[in-house]
């Protein structure tokens, strides 16, 4: 482990010896996950199918019937795909990935004065830092409790986009956190200007009728993107003894996630009752639909089951890009009743707070 100090304390040493007086706590468990088994270990080397997400090529998809035609297969069966000539200059990424690996090797206590004390819940904090759980409140702090044998080995920045301009100010003069917050802010309009594309594209290949909602911009908004920049901690020997987790299975609650991830293997995708990897490949992001999106598909696209691995090899880091609909714009399909996203959000967070859950579009399914 480089920097053991910079790990939170429980990370440090191994599950085996964790003593169980941990004082954060929540699992965002999927209802439909089994307990972890033994034989379910969530290591590296285990003989999962080899991965064969489809590709798809972002500056066909407006234009290409036959590549139209593979978005919709790739929506439909599987809710994920790698996406091709995106734009995003590599340049831009690698950048973003060095700082945040210098950011996460800071001390953990520094992380957590730098990052934890600047918000109020008028005004969140534009960046906000978590670790053993990805379940977070809409102003990033940690929602709910974990159960310490499930913790997942994690920890993570919160960016809100929307709240970087003011970030300027909190930083200035501390160098590091100013690149941070300038790589941030061009990546979020990528991740934007991405995100609206790919959704335009995915609307036509529904052959929605925008005319049963006011606008668009009702189930993508902008103003909603965030951004989570994750450090996976490498684990040790004595913890592959454990069922170690990165990160839970889970679906994203967004229309559209957008996930960039160094070269190091673990996330995972569900389908047809296998797992399987999505390895990272070099100038390639990953795209994955959120329930919201399955939502306004009316369930023809899937809210696809993910789920990151521990890596006994390297430590893996990710930025993940979220959008989700407009909080007061209301969805409307009719499998489900009619609702908000400020509606599910609501319920989400009550669900993982009271059950230890996100039930998620279950709850608002008509009968
Ligand atoms: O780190 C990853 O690869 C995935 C993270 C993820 O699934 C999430 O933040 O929702
Ligand atoms: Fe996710």
Redesign the pocket.
Known sequence: MNHPESYPPVFRKPISESDDQVTITTTLKNPEEEEPKRDDIFLQDSSDPVEVVPVIDLQDIITNLEQQHQLEEACRDWGIFRLVNHGVPLKLISQLQDQAQKIFSMSFEAKQTLFNNNGSSSTPAAVSYFWGT?ALTPSGSVLGKVDPKKINW?EGLNVLLSQLSDYHDQVSGDTMLDSFRVLLEEYGGHMARLAREIFEAILKTLNMDSKQYNSKSQLLSESTGFV?V?R?PKISKADEEEAVI??QV?T?SSVI?I?N?NQVD??EVFKDDKWFHVRPILNELIVNLGDMMQAISNDEYVSVK?R?KANKHDE?F?I?Y?MFPAEDGVIRSSKYKPFTYKDFQAQVQHDVKTLGFKVGLERFKNP
């Open positions: 990805p994690v989570r994750y996976y990165g990160m889970h994203d996630s996930l991830q673990g996330l993910h990151v893996r990710s993940c979220f």
